[in-house]
């Protein structure tokens, strides 16, 4: 029984991660939704007959969760500029106009 329920949980994970990452246009939570449907089909795989198999398993999806879920919390490394803005107006870049004499500071 738990056997099948994994299965449809495991298959139902793949189908809503994908359609999560469509509507979304978010491949970071398809991403999530899918690990996170994983793990409870690794944990309900747990629940059956637990075996040293199924606790690999398990723990495989919760490290690979965990590693994957830390890799997408950054923001996306083409988030960051590489160069200043460019202003609109370039004036205030200009060095100051002196007024009287030059060369000397003050006034």
Do not use: F, Y
Not at 30 to 41: E, M, Q, Y
Not at 56 to 80: H, K, M, N, Y
Request: charge should be neutral; aromatic fraction near 2%; hydrophobic fraction near 50%.
């Amino acid at each position: 029984m738990t056997a099948v329920l994994v299965t449809a949980v495991t298959a139902l994970a793949l189908v809503t991660g994908v359609i999560t990452t469509l509507s979304t246009r978010a491949l970071r939570s398809g991403v999530r939704v899918l690990l996170d449907l994983l793990t409870a089909a690794g944990l309900l795989r747990l629940a059956g007959e637990p075996d040293w198999n199924s606790l690999a398993g398990a723990v495989a999806i919760i490290a690979l969760r965990q590693l994957l879920g830390a890799a997408l919390s950054g923001p996306p490394p083409w988030s960051g500029r590489q160069s200043p803005a460019r202003c609109a107006d370039d004036d205030h870049h200009l060095p100051l106009a002196s007024t009287g004499e030059t060369g000397k500071a003050g006034g």
